[in-house]
Antibody, heavy 119, light 110 residues
Framework: EVQLVESGGGLVQPGGSLRLSCVVS????????MHWVRQAPRKGLEYVSG????????YYSDSVKGRFTISRDISKNTLYLQMGSLRPEDTAVYYC????????????WGQGALVTVSS | QAVLTQPPSVSAAPGQKVTISCSGS????????VSWYQQLPGTAPKLLIY???RRPSGIPDRFSGSKSGTSATLGITGLQTGDEAEYYC???????????FGGGTKLTVL
């Protein structure tokens, strides 16, 4: 059974940092592209970041570029999102998702981790 | 403001058919394959359609997808009350080098 479990969410002050983790199981992590997608309260889905299977190519939305860093640890079957210079508009549920073979879809999603940026 | 454009809401009676449109541009839908997601209240999105018109295992054939030029359409036949959800289209944008989504469409089964 495929599972993606996010953790690390919480309340953080504006300007602060937070690291999200996503532990996966049930598929070959080292062969899969992985992504982060977020959803602000009562809003739609927003792409955040992606990383290829080798970990040597990363992609970011303009809204987080320069502030967030995606990475992966194959030995731990874990995807990370290091978030810095956080803003109130970064408040959202953050989902990790497995990327499809052609980067055009996300076939498995975690349950999400809530990040709240507020003073 | 979402990159892809969807109608905010659609509605139809049980047993009827509904379509949801998704409009983009050459750099996203025009050059890449489209996917569709269903999000029930309080849950994570679920893949319904990928590669424009392919269904993952377990998705009933009541759900279908199509693409033409820079637009895509999700079709749902034999509507059930359990289909009430938010539906999102998505794809890759070759100019942005990032994924993009529509703003979502809320389906109400009257």
């Amino acid at each position: 059974e495929v599972q993606l479990v996010e953790s690390g969410g919480g309340l953080v002050q504006p300007g602060g940092s937070l690291r999200l983790s996503c532990v996966v199981s049930g598929f070959t992590f080292s062969s899969s592209a992985m992504h982060w997608v977020r959803q602000a309260p009562r809003k739609g889905l927003e792409y955040v970041s992606g990383i290829n299977s080798d970990g040597d190519s990363t992609y970011y939305s303009d809204s987080v570029k320069g502030r967030f860093t995606i990475s992966r640890d194959i030995s731990k079957n874990t995807l990370y999102l290091q978030m810095g210079s956080l803003r109130p508009e970064d408040t959202a549920v953050y989902y990790c998702a497995r990327g499809g073979y052609n980067w055009n879809f996300f076939d498995y999603w975690g349950q999400g981790a809530l990040v709240t940026v507020s003073s | 403001q979402a990159v892809l454009t969807q109608p905010p809401s659609v509605s139809a009676a049980p047993g009827q058919k509904v379509t949801i449109s998704c409009s983009g541009s050459r750099s996203n839908i025009g050059h890449n394959l489209v996917s569709w997601y269903q999000q029930l209240p309080g849950t994570a999105p679920k893949l319904l359609i990928y590669d424009n018109n392919r269904r993952p295992s377990g998705i009933p054939d009541r759900f279908s997808g199509s693409k033409s030029g820079t637009s895509a359409t999700l079709g749902i036949t034999g509507l059930q009350t359990g289909d009430e959800a938010e539906y999102y289209c998505g794809t890759w944008d070759s100019s942005l080098s990032a994924g993009v989504f529509g703003g979502g469409t809320k389906l109400t089964v009257l």
